[in-house]
T-cell receptor
Framework: AQSVTQLGSHVSVSEGALVLLRCNYS??????LFWYVQYPNQGLQLLLK??????LVKGINGFEAEFKKSETSFHLTKPSAHMSDAAEYFC????????????FGQGTRLTINP | EAGVAQSPRYKIIEKRQSVAFWCNPI?????LYWYQQILGQGPKLLIQ????????DSQLPKDRFSAERLKGVDSTLKIQPAKLEDSAVYLC??????????????FGEGSRLTVL
């Protein structure tokens, strides 16, 4: 069975500082990995995904993530935080075989301090 | 292109009452999902449809939850009778192609249920 662990349910950074949200996964087969963002009272929106190829993936709004198989990690980073980045972030894993199905982590709430 | 539509956005009911949520996926999307998101947790898959057939309902509490996708387009999720622990946001999502992994799931804004 697949699973995702997000380290830190709440992360707080200053505006302009580095954002680092941690995600570790468990999968018996090579995974596909996703980061979604959820703004208050809204649905989830895809930030980026890793399927195959380059392990450093760039997404929307200046975010990027690196797939590290040896560490079973897919951490999300952004060099400089903006106030508009305040939201809930979810890491998810999907099987590479069979029906498309996402298993989500518990989420990390990102707060940006002015 | 219109996104995934859900209604109602908010619903408050007493325990043991029933409730139904409706979802209209993006046009042409064959696969439809219902997720349950309890406050402070990540979304958990309840049921997955491919057209009008069920692909996976292993985590659907079938004694009280039911879902259907007649004609392979709209879907309805019903809870009867509701329990306090059913308080959550119910998210509907869709993807275009069944069996093509690595696809993006497109989510609706969700239906927030409060059970008193």
């Amino acid at each position: 069975a697949q699973s995702v662990t997000q380290l830190g349910s709440h992360v707080s950074v200053s505006e302009g500082a580095l954002v680092l949200l941690r995600c570790n996964y468990s999968s018996s087969v090579p995974p596909y990995l996703f980061w979604y963002v959820q703004y208050p009272n809204q649905g989830l929106q895809l930030l980026l995904k890793y399927t195959t190829g380059a392990t450093l993936v760039k997404g929307i709004n200046g975010f990027e993530a690196e797939f590290k198989k040896s560490e079973t990690s897919f951490h999300l980073t952004k060099p400089s935080a903006h106030m508009s980045d305040a939201a809930e972030y979810f890491c998810a894993v999907s099987d590479t075989q069979g029906a498309q199905k996402l298993v989500f982590g518990q989420g990390t709430r990102l707060t940006i301090n002015p | 292109e219109a996104g995934v539509a859900q209604s109602p956005r908010y619903k408050i009911i007493e325990k043991r009452q029933s409730v139904a949520f409706w979802c209209n996926p993006i046009s042409g999307h064959a696969t439809l999902y219902w997720y349950q998101q309890i406050l402070g947790q990540g979304p958990k898959l309840l049921i997955q449809f491919q057209n009008n057939g069920v692909v996976d309902d292993s985590q659907l509490p079938k004694d009280r939850f039911s879902a259907e996708r007649l004609k392979g387009v709209d879907s309805t999720l019903k809870i009867q009778p509701a329990k306090l622990e059913d308080s959550a946001v119910y998210l509907c999502a869709s993807t275009q192609n069944y069996g093509a992994t690595g696809q993006e799931l497109f989510f609706g804004e969700g239906s927030r249920l409060t059970v008193l």
